[in-house]
């Protein structure tokens, strides 16, 4: 299902209406959670149905798709500390529901492989977030990544460091390494959420529904999974072969 809506702020309240409903249907669930600008409005809608007593977080458990490998996890970049800054630290999320990879694990490989049966002993995913990359990367998963590809040490391509590294002092000081769910993780959950605004996701939108289903483009990937709901705004959706509706609310 493909939701096309006029302005990133619709988009927001639409995907916050999706988890929303899940989560409160599931009386709890897991999520999984993206970082990311595109993520920025989507908390901060699910900061304020918490605060308008909508929804609790205190029984979902929830993974994050990626963590940058060695740096802290209280270090200014960090996926964990942009978590509670936008959402963990503002509603009323149980921390030892909160899972991130440990990028500071001395044993990356140990570190993913016990990431992965953590997912497992929680009952798998209920409702995956995504964000997509400008390079059509989902997760950290960057173009190559194999579409069975499971939790592991990546290394992130310069587009994806520069378009990170707002997040950082120093553009330098982007990590050139993170620790991300492989895609065949990601394809495991039983729904997945893809966001996409602005027109620097177009291609990688259009090449992720209608181009070469190919690890050229990792969102391509979710083509292969039964319950995908994408929701764009009309930039977003801009290149997409054949869109004539624009829904506007
Ligand atoms: C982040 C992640 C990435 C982002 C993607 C889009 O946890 O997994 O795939 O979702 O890079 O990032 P933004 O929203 O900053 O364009």
């Known amino acids: 299902m493909i939701d096309i809506l006029a302005s ?6 639409r995907a916050a209406d ?21 993520m920025l409005q989507i908390y901060a809608r699910l900061v304020d149905r918490f605060r308008s007593g909508t929804i609790s977080f205190c029984e979902v458990t929830f993974f994050n798709l990626d963590e940058y490998i060695g740096i802290p996890r209280t270090a200014t970049g960090s996926f964990r500390t942009f978590m509670h800054r936008c959402f963990f630290d503002l509603v009323d999320v149980d921390p030892a529901r909160a899972h991130l990879p440990d990028g500071m694990s001395s044993d990356v490989s140990s570190e993913a492989l016990r990431y992965e ?50 997040y950082f002092a120093k553009g330098a000081e982007v990590p050139h390494r993170a620790v991300t769910m492989g895609i065949g993780t990601i394809l495991e959950s039983r729904k997945i959420l893809l966001i996409a605004t602005g027109k620097h996701k177009a291609e990688a939108i259009s090449a992720a529904l209608s181009g070469p289903l190919s690890t050229a483009c990792p969102a391509s990937a979710l083509r292969r999974h039964p319950n995908v709901h994408i929701i764009c705004d009309a930039a977003a ?10 829904q506007t609310q």
């Open 8 to 13: 990133p702020d619709l988009v927001a309240l």
């Open 18 to 38: 999706v988890i929303t409903e899940g989560l409160v249907s599931l009386c709890g669930g897991t999520l999984g959670l993206a970082t990311g600008a595109t």
């Open 117 to 166: 049966a953590l997912i497992r002993a929680s009952g798998g995913i209920d409702l995956q977030l995504l964000g997509i990359g400008s390079n059509g990367h989902i997760g950290f998963n960057e173009p190559g990544s194999d579409f069975g590809s499971r939790t592991r040490e990546v290394l992130l391509t310069e587009a994806t460091r520069v378009a990170n590294a707002p």
């Open 237 to 246: 959706a801009s290149h997409i072969v054949g869109c004539v509706a624009v």
